[in-house]
């Protein structure tokens, strides 16, 4: 903990630079202290390197700014995207992984290295999108940008019987009855792509196809994509079914 009389003066320098690999520790651990441990719990270099140094689209740009003694400050990253809409790629950019650290707050640094990166990107991207938290959004709203809606979240039950019987099995519990383990006997996504269908590239063509004549953007599916969001996602336990016809 830090009092008052420890914390950096608003007179301190602040120098911005672009993010490294040898950055990764530092980073994470900022992440940590701000974000807590991420989609799998915790914030591991390999979960960093496969969302922003593997992805197909592109690694992704980042800045930083660290005090004149090397001691990190603030971060930010833009995660590479690509959409297409009636036939044409779009490139674009997701704003991620921001944090501040708490003795540098209130001094500017989210909209520094916001700003850096939008400049940085301008030459090759179309389009930023994000979906900012709570924390997040106000920061967003200042600086001019606008809420577009809610991302609607749909879920349709394969088997409404076992499900409900399920469910009611599971309110009834005692609660000091130990949980049940999951079982899933669906294939792991990284167990699918190990030997993908042999139609898959013919059923890709088929999606792209059906894509270029809609307007509306949507996410470019290839097969490098899906094998990297879900086959190599590190710590994410995706499940494929596969439906034939």
Request: overall charge positive; charged content about 25%.
């Amino acid at each position: 903990m830090t009092t008052p009389s420890d914390r950096p003066s608003a007179a301190a320098e602040l120098t911005v630079r672009p993010l490294t690999e040898a950055d990764t520790p530092a980073v994470l651990e900022l992440l940590t202290a701000s974000l807590a441990g991420g989609p799998t719990g915790t914030r591991s270099a390999d979960f960093f390197a496969w969302k922003h140094r593997r992805n197909p689209f592109g690694a992704s740009p980042g800045l930083l700014a660290e005090t004149a003694d090397g001691r990190l400050a603030g971060v930010r990253l833009f995660l590479r995207w690509q959409w297409q809409a009636g036939g044409r790629a779009v490139r674009a950019v997701r704003p991620v992984d921001t944090a501040t650290h708490p003795d540098f707050q209130g001094r500017g640094i989210f909209r520094r290295l916001t700003t850096g990166l939008l400049e940085q990107v301008a030459g090759d991207t179309e389009l930023v999108f994000n979906t900012p938290n709570g924390n997040s959004l106000p920061g967003y709203l200042k600086m001019g940008w606008r809420v577009v809606g809610r991302v609607p979240i749909a879920l349709r039950i394969a088997r409404p019987a076992a499900f409900a019987l399920g469910a009611r099995a599971a309110l009834t519990r005692r609660p000091a009855a130990a949980p049940r383990p999951l079982r899933c006997r669906l294939p792991t996504a990284a167990e699918w792509f190990a030997e993908p269908p042999a139609g898959l590239p013919e059923l890709l063509a088929e999606r792209a196809q059906s894509d270029a004549a809609d307007r509306r953007q949507a996410v470019l599916r290839t097969e490098s994509f899906l094998r990297w969001r879900y086959g190599d996602a590190p710590g994410l336990d995706y499940r494929v079914l596969t439906c034939e016809r």
